[in-house]
Nanobody, 128 residues
């Protein structure tokens, strides 16, 4: 049974930093591209970033480019999201996700429908 468990969320002030982690089990982690999504209250779940199986290629939403960095450790079966210069509009529940057996981020990587496995989420709150 596949499990994705996020951690590292919390409350920070504007300009602060956080590092989210997502530990995977029940799947061969190195076979999967991985992604981060977020969902604010009353809004659609949106793609934040995607990274391919080897970590060589990554993609970002325009709203987080230059501030967030996605990375992975295939030995520890863990995905990371390093978030710097946080803004109040980054406040959301953050989820990690894995697609249905693909090692590469698709051209529509930010579409939630392309993902089969989801974590339970970790809350990030940024205050002004």
């Amino acid at each position: 049974q596949v499990q994705l468990v996020e951690s590292g969320g919390g409350s920070v002030q504007t300009g602060g930093s956080l590092r989210l982690s997502c530990t995977a089990s029940g799947l061969t982690f190195v076979d999967y591209a991985m992604a981060w999504f977020r969902q604010a209250p009353g809004k659609e779940r949106e793609g934040v970033s995607c990274i391919d199986w080897y970590g060589a290629t990554s993609y970002y939403a325009d709203s987080v480019k230059g501030r967030f960095t996605i990375s992975r450790d295939n030995v520890k079966n863990t995905l990371y999201l390093h978030m710097n210069s946080l803004k109040p509009e980054d406040t959301a529940m953050y989820y990690c996700a894995a697609p249905a057996a693909s090692g590469y981020c698709s051209g529509s990587w930010s579409n939630r429908n392309g993902y089969k496995y989801w974590g339970q989420g970790t809350q990030v709150t940024v205050s002004s």
